[in-house]
């Protein structure tokens, strides 16, 4: 089994949950129609992107089309809750939608959420990232990790195992992030409490790890030293880190990690639905995604190399995704990875 291959059978999560709209079928995608891009003047983008890497997309794509790109950013869960409402409400904004939540996603497109569109460089990321209709293309790749201040905790006595995270040498040195806030930990959480179950997590918290929001503030307890270790985080914050000139060094664990895509779909029926095109078309072009590795982020076209010092996604060890199960397990997911840590 590909060991990030996307369902395509209709699931739902728990991000989804809220009922939707009735949505019209779209009819299948043409070509981009530039100068209509261009009269359209804008496109609002909601993303779980790190910031400073989605903004220099952006600004790489408005440099070259005179668009204005306006941004939504928040983590992945937020991005969706709020997409969601808007759709409930009837008050749609996004035109275009990244989400690092592959169930939601494909549960959306299964209700006509999106419109299928197959841009210029489809067929150079890995089979399993696409929706074979372009409702859903990756744009990049999110490597589950462990790492950590190598001036506080030696790279040689770093964990290089999920069970190592539970050694009490480790006690009081441990950070995660919370399901409840970003869809990337929510995907780990439903998989680690499937394979290894809840009794993994109880033996955490025994460990003392601090439970924070999302990426950013991980990586941050772990610059400043309160929390030197990030237990199951996304390796792109590291790697930006450690560009930045900081002691961080990544170990993927060597009894298997997770690779979860960020897809980004056109929204069926936006306000600038041609500028909405062109801007998915630049996301995969390989301009655009020869800038993630900058950030330290895993593009998703295979012709893209990994961020420096990073090795290939396909010499990772990766346990495969059951999304299906994720989607029907994620209310029960937060609610009980809220009651272990008492959040």
């Known amino acids: 089994m590909n060991p990030y291959q996307i369902s395509r059978r209709?699931?739902?999560?728990?991000?989804?949950?809220?009922?939707?709209?009735?949505?019209?079928?779209?009819?299948?995608?043409?070509?981009?129609?530039?100068?209509?891009?261009?009269?359209?003047?804008?496109?609002?983008?909601?993303?779980?992107?790190?910031?400073?890497?989605a903004q220099k997309v952006a600004n790489a794509f408005q440099?070259?089309?005179?668009?204005?790109?306006?941004?939504?950013?928040?983590?992945?869960?937020?991005?969706?809750?709020?997409?969601m409402m808007e759709q409930q409400a009837g008050n749609q904004s996004a035109d275009v939608?990244?989400?690092?939540?592959?169930?939601?996603?494909?549960?959306?497109?299964?209700?006509?959420?999106?419109?299928?569109?197959?841009?210029?460089?489809?067929?150079t990321v890995p089979a399993g990232l696409n929706d074979p209709e372009g409702r859903y293309v990756a744009q990049r790749v999110s490597i589950i990790s462990i790492y950590g201040r190598t001036d506080l905790v030696p790279a040689s006595d770093m964990p290089k195992t999920w069970d190592d995270l539970l050694n009490p040498r480790f006690k009081g040195k441990l950070v995660m992030t919370n399901p409840s806030f970003t869809s990337l930990q929510l995907g780990v959480v439903a998989m680690m409490s499937k394979l290894r179950g809840w009794d993994f997590y109880e033996k955490l918290n025994r460990n003392d790890v601090v439970v924070v929001q999302?990426?950013?503030?991980?990586l941050n307890m772990v610059k400043t030293g309160e929390r030197p270790i990030a237990a199951g985080t996304d390796s792109q914050y590291a790697n930006a880190a450690r560009m930045a000139g900081h002691k961080i060094a990544t170990v993927f664990p060597?009894?298997?990690?997770?690779?979860?895509?960020?897809?980004?779909?056109?929204?069926?029926?936006?306000?600038?639905?041609?500028?909405?095109?062109?801007?998915?078309e630049f996301t995969l072009s390989l301009e655009a995604e020869q800038l993630w590795p900058q950030s330290g982020i895993y593009a998703a076209r295979s012709d893209v190399d990994p961020p420096a010092g990073s090795p290939r996604i396909s010499d990772i060890k990766l346990i495969p995704?059951?999304?299906?199960?994720?989607?029907?397990?994620?209310?029960?997911v937060k609610r009980k990875f809220s009651e272990i840590f008492s959040l």
């Open 10 to 53: 209709s699931v739902l999560s728990g991000a989804a949950a809220l009922a939707l709209p009735g949505f019209v079928r779209p009819a299948a995608a043409g070509t981009v129609d530039l100068e209509a891009a261009k009269r359209e003047g804008k496109v609002l983008l909601y993303t779980s992107a790190p910031i400073a890497a």
């Open 63 to 83: 440099k070259k089309y005179g668009i204005t790109v306006e941004l939504f950013r928040s983590g992945g869960t937020q991005v969706l809750r709020r997409f």
């Open 97 to 123: 939608l990244v989400s690092s939540d592959p169930a939601a996603v494909i549960n959306l497109s299964s209700k006509g959420a999106f419109v299928p569109f197959k841009p210029d460089g489809f067929d």
């Open 214 to 218: 999302g990426n950013e503030q991980a």
């Open 254 to 280: 060597a009894d298997g990690t997770f690779a979860i895509p960020a897809t980004t779909s056109v929204v069926q029926g936006s306000s600038n639905p041609n500028a909405a095109k062109l801007l998915a």
């Open 321 to 332: 995704m059951d999304y299906d199960h994720i989607a029907s397990v994620s209310a029960q």
